[in-house]
């Protein structure tokens, strides 16, 4: 029932930003945390930040300093700032909800970063 939907992603040099939106629809209501996770190029999908309904926070270290997470739950919107972006930041980006019994995922956005 609930639908994400990514946008913000895109091409930028080293250095520079960008800001990922995810905005949810449906049954929005039931939704508890977002978050964003990643898929580098032969690499895993990786977690880079979640935000619970109340607003704590989590990042991968990875990001940790550069990036931002936040939300409007009235929008049920979750937001990225990535700020300093570094080549390895490059990925396949990932939108996720969390309901009581299933998680949900958006269809991703490319982020691309060169050097």
């Known amino acids: 029932q609930v639908q994400l939907v990514e946008s913000g992603g895109g091409l930028v040099q080293a250095g520079g930003s960008l800001r990922l939106s995810c905005a949810a629809s449906?049954?929005?209501?039931?939704?508890?945390?977002m978050g964003w996770y990643r898929q580098a190029p032969g690499k895993q999908r990786e977690l880079v930040a979640v935000?619970?309904?109340?607003?704590?926070?989590n990042y991968a270290d990875s990001v940790k300093g550069r990036f931002t997470i936040s939300r409007d739950n009235a929008k049920n919107t979750v937001y990225l700032q990535m700020n300093s972006l570094k080549p390895e930041d490059t990925a396949v980006y990932y939108c996720?909800?969390?309901?009581?019994?299933?998680?949900?995922w958006g269809q991703g956005t490319q982020v691309t970063v060169s050097s």
């Open positions: 449906g049954n929005s209501f039931s939704i508890g945390a």
């Open positions: 996720n909800a969390q309901e009581r019994y299933y998680s949900h």
């Open positions: 935000i619970t309904k109340g607003g704590s926070t």
